[in-house]
């Protein structure tokens, strides 16, 4: 049983950019399979005290607590749990944040939704949401998603991104290194899905290109903006998705490396071991190792 790409929520064979799920998981040792799909995901606990894995990092979720899963990340929602636990699920595309070139200006507010790599709290705890809207809007969405009532996608999409502000503006008083709302040059916001594209193969040099920029220039503001250079910015984005292709199937781990920019198995290797603390290989097997416990029950079943 392989971790795969979830894919899209369809809607009468439609692709659906929302979706709302009430969640009742019953008592259970096991662990959920890892996955992960184009969706930003927010988790809303109503009365659960589970352990939710992002990215390798497992976070608590008590009641009352909001949990933040970006785009594309490997989860599992949750990990481990010991009782009865209710919680609000809401998925949502990132166009639902950013639409259109018009608004290329707002972009820079989707990338903490979009991008594993920035340092903002995951977890956000039920005593800082104590006096926000985050519970009234998560339980909003959870009704017009039921009811589906004329227009809601607009009330969702609505309450959705109340939402976001809201983190924003939370992480921003915080002192969370973001993305300077102000200073972010448009030209560096555009040139993240240039690179996500040509991940294989781009260099710092064709990504100043792109701007418009020269190289010296293109790369202090990049490590100004990023808080990290654009070196191990590309880094780590090929080793996510690695980490991605290495969950789908039993492609080969040089054809891999390969695939996504490492010149040599054997660098990719030890950088992956450096970021992510295991092999490649122990990373597939212990995921296999996952898959096969969640397999077991339903084959004693038939």
């Not at 985050?134 to 609505?158: F, S």
């Not at 781009?202 to 701007?211: D, G």
Request: net charge positive; glycine share 4%; hydrophobic share 40%.
């Amino acid at each position: 049983m392989q971790v795969r790409d979830e894919g899209k929520y369809k809607i009468s064979d439609i692709d659906a950019t929302m979706q709302c799920i009430l969640m009742n998981v019953p008592k259970t040792d096991k662990m959920e399979k890892r996955h992960f799909h184009e969706y930003i995901e927010l988790l809303f606990g109503l009365d659960c005290n589970i352990d939710v894995e992002i990215g390798g990092k497992i976070y608590k979720m008590l009641s009352g607590d909001l949990i933040l899963i970006n785009s594309t990340e490997i989860h599992n929602t949750p990990c481990f749990h010991n009782a009865q636990n209710r919680y609000i699920v809401v998925k949502f595309s990132p166009q639902q944040i950013y639409t259109s070139e018009q608004s290329l200006f707002e972009l820079k507010y989707m990338l903490p939704f979009c991008l594993s790599d920035l340092n903002v709290d995951r977890r956000i705890p039920a005593e800082a949401l104590k006096n926000s809207s985050v519970q009234k809007n998560m339980n909003a969405i959870l009704k017009e998603w039921q009811q589906m009532n004329y227009g809601y996608e607009l009330c969702m999409r609505i309450k959705i991104l109340d939402i976001l502000l809201w983190l924003l503006r939370y992480w921003n008083h915080n002192g969370v290194a973001l993305l300077d709302s102000c200073k972010v040059p448009l030209e560096l916001c555009r040139v993240l899905p240039f690179i996500s594209s040509h991940l294989s193969d781009v260099t710092a040099r064709q990504a100043a290109e792109y701007c418009g920029y020269s190289y010296t220039y293109f790369s202090e503001v990049f490590k100004k903006a990023m808080h990290m250079n654009f070196r191990d910015y590309l880094l780590r984005r090929r080793l996510n998705e690695a980490e991605k292709q290495l969950l789908l199937g039993d492609r080969d781990i040089t054809d891999i490396a390969l695939s996504v920019g490492f010149s040599a198995p054997s660098h990719f290797i030890k950088q992956f071991k450096k970021i992510k603390g295991i092999t490649p290989a122990q990373y597939r097997l212990k995921n296999k190792e996952i898959s096969s416990e969640m397999l077991e029950p339903a084959i004693q079943k038939q």
